[in-house]
């Protein structure tokens, strides 16, 4: 992958580029995360000088360097520094030095990673900021410590400090376009700029590590399929931000990892809370207000991925059961609590409550989340859920195309039907399955053959509604008109039941050209969908 060209980031280099020119000749130094873009602002800011008016030194600091004497000035100064002269005499030479190679124009000293200096080179750097021909511009990593005349730099009021944030959305896209040298789909753009987090260097790796098969581009877009490889060099920049940590407080980002969100009296519970705020400070985890709720995540949706996928199983079963265990003692206050206890239940092997189960697996399935509903009503089912699980089950199965699987879980609970109630919802599921997912005619008769031995008036509405819907596909619409009035006619009959017959005179009262009446039917309907 070649070099990007330089993209976004207007205000803050024309804002550099100010630093440099500018009458005052206060320098500007910018903060932020590794890989955020500092030294590509500041490269690009310096390529931008005439080298006719300024004498423009370029310095990388690094940790080679850091433990020499002007070692971070080694590509600036002389090789041979003057014999016998005190600490002050040396920083007085250097800065002549300096000036003699200027030769009368302004001075511009770059330092990138200034965090990195040696303390006599950060020495030099201030007294450098003070001279009124020159002006000083770096960068520096968040969360490292600081050599003290480089913080005195902005304390001083010698230079601004910035902090740079991450790319916006649309800046990430046009960054990833210039990447792969076309158009990104817009779905895989988002997904790449969010676990990114705006990071150019992380949005690259990212693109290095999918570009192995998982990106490909149809009709001139690009498109991620979501899969993702961590590539060694994504895992060891990850490593460097998130950097060596300590047993608590890599329980905290381990917790927070498998909970996230997590709430934060919740996680204080399970760990030390001065190492949540440690994490906090360090920048691994970030607290966010929702509602009432102080939720915890991680600072970085990466984290998360290098986290979850170097933790031992037998931890990462351990840290979910404990997760579980937590919410349960505290309640269940929230919607999603629910579903979250049982996911953690049975991702840990600890799930047992096949009501817990069942009830999380309707909340999945509300929510258009197949797969999950699935996995949830079958650890229903396997755990003793019986009947009311092989029915949930079943109806998912068939919304995921899987109607043979579908029939074969209600037939395997066909002797545990008791009673009218029970007969009449294992006939309407089964019906619904046979009929539209192996799409078998015969099933419309069956129903009505066995609906008719019902001796319950609720129980037989209930598959007098689903024989209605059935007769319509047919196109059977004079006998799907009288089973849905039959319907109606029941004071007995269900809200579901009701509902789903007057659906079916709605729909022939607009074929015939009753749309009034066909729109007050269908107010009735949407009034009473939330029961």
């Known amino acids: 992958?070649?070099?990007?060209?330089?993209?976004?980031?207007?205000?803050?280099?024309?804002?550099?580029?100010?630093?440099?020119?500018?009458?005052?000749?206060?320098?500007?130094?910018?903060?932020?995360?590794?890989?955020?873009?500092?030294?590509?602002?500041?490269?690009?800011?310096?390529?931008?000088?005439?080298?006719?008016?300024?004498?423009?030194?370029?310095?990388?600091?690094?940790?080679?360097?850091?433990?020499?004497?002007?070692?971070?000035?080694?590509?600036?100064?002389?090789?041979?520094?003057?014999?016998?002269?005190?600490?002050?005499?040396?920083?007085?030479?250097?800065?002549?030095?300096?000036?003699?190679?200027?030769?009368?124009?302004?001075?511009?000293?770059?330092?990138?990673?200034?965090?990195?200096?040696?303390?006599?080179?950060?020495?030099?750097?201030?007294?450098?900021?003070?001279?009124?021909?020159?002006?000083?511009?770096?960068t520096l990593r968040d969360s490292e410590q600081l050599p003290l005349p480089i913080r005195a730099l902005w304390t001083d009021d010698l230079v601004d400090h910035v902090e740079l944030n991450p790319l916006p959305p649309a800046e990430t896209t046009r960054l990833l376009s210039e990447m792969l040298d076309g158009p990104v789909d817009a779905t895989s753009a988002d997904r790449l700029g969010r676990l990114s987090a705006g990071n150019p260097l992380l949005l690259r790796e990212l693109v290095f590590a999918a570009d192995r098969g998982e990106l490909t581009r149809t009709y001139g877009v690009w498109k991620w399929t979501g899969r993702l490889e961590l590539a060694p060099n994504l895992t060891d920049l990850i490593d460097t931000r998130i950097g060596q940590l300590t047993p608590g407080v890599r329980a905290v980002v381990e917790l927070v990892a498998f909970g996230e969100p997590l709430g934060l009296h919740l996680l204080n519970q399970a760990v030390d809370p001065a190492d949540v705020e440690y994490a906090e400070e360090r920048g691994l985890i970030v607290v966010v207000r929702d509602d009432r709720r102080a939720n915890v995540r991680l600072a970085h949706p990466l984290y998360g991925e290098v986290m979850r996928r170097r933790c031992p199983v037998s931890r990462t079963r351990r840290l979910e059961a404990?997760?579980?265990?937590?919410?349960?003692?505290?309640?269940?206050?929230?919607?999603?609590?629910?579903?979250?206890?049982?996911?953690?239940?049975?991702?840990?092997?600890?799930?047992?409550?096949?009501?817990?189960?069942?009830?999380?697996?309707?909340?999945?399935?509300?929510?258009?989340?197949?797969?999950?509903?699935?996995?949830?009503?079958?650890?229903?089912?396997?755990?003793?859920?019986?009947?009311?699980?092989?029915?949930?089950?079943?109806?998912?199965?068939?919304?995921?195309?899987?109607?043979?699987?579908?029939?074969?879980?209600?037939?395997?609970?066909?002797?545990?039907?008791?009673?009218?109630?029970?007969?009449?919802?294992?006939?309407?599921?089964?019906?619904?399955?046979?009929?539209?997912?192996?799409?078998?005619?015969?099933?419309?008769?069956?129903?009505?053959?066995?609906?008719?031995?019902?001796?319950?008036?609720?129980?037989?509405?209930?598959?007098?509604?689903?024989?209605?819907?059935?007769?319509?596909?047919?196109?059977?619409?004079?006998?799907?008109?009288?089973?849905?009035?039959?319907?109606?006619?029941?004071?007995a009959a269900s809200v579901s039941a009701r509902e789903l017959a007057r659906s079916t005179i709605a729909y022939l009262q607009a074929a015939q050209g009753q749309l009034h009446r066909s729109a007050a039917a269908i107010d009735q309907v949407q009034a009473e969908a939330g029961r």
């Open 1 to 138: 992958m070649s070099r990007w060209s330089f993209v976004g980031r207007r205000d803050e280099l024309s804002r550099l580029l100010s630093a440099m020119t500018g009458a005052e000749g206060r320098g500007l130094f910018f903060s932020g995360s590794a890989g955020i873009g500092k030294s590509r602002l500041l490269r690009e800011g310096v390529a931008a000088l005439p080298r006719d008016g300024y004498a423009v030194w370029w310095i990388a600091a690094s940790a080679t360097t850091a433990a020499l004497p002007f070692g971070g000035l080694v590509q600036v100064l002389p090789a041979e520094q003057p014999q016998g002269l005190s600490p002050a005499g040396i920083l007085r030479w250097a800065v002549d030095v300096l000036q003699q190679q200027a030769a009368g124009r302004r001075i511009v000293l770059a330092i990138d990673d200034a965090h990195l200096l040696d303390p006599p080179s950060a020495a030099l750097v201030h007294l450098v900021a003070r001279a009124e021909n020159a002006t000083v511009i770096g």
């Open 322 to 491: 404990r997760l579980a265990e937590l919410l349960e003692q505290i309640g269940k206050r929230r919607r999603d609590d629910l579903l979250r206890v049982a996911v953690w239940r049975l991702d840990s092997g600890t799930a047992q409550d096949p009501t817990l189960l069942l009830d999380a697996a309707g909340q999945a399935f509300a929510r258009y989340d197949v797969p999950l509903a699935t996995r949830l009503a079958r650890a229903a089912l396997d755990a003793g859920g019986g009947f009311d699980a092989a029915e949930l089950l079943a109806t998912i199965l068939m919304f995921a195309d899987r109607p043979e699987e579908a029939i074969a879980v209600l037939d395997a609970v066909s002797a545990e039907i008791h009673g009218d109630r029970r007969l009449s919802r294992w006939l309407t599921v089964r019906g619904m399955v046979s009929y539209w997912g192996l799409s078998r005619e015969s099933t419309v008769e069956e129903i009505a053959a066995r609906g008719s031995t019902l001796a319950d008036s609720a129980d037989q509405a209930r598959v007098l509604a689903f024989e209605g819907i059935m007769r319509l596909h047919r196109l059977d619409t004079g006998l799907a008109l009288r089973l849905g009035q039959t319907v109606l006619d029941r004071p």
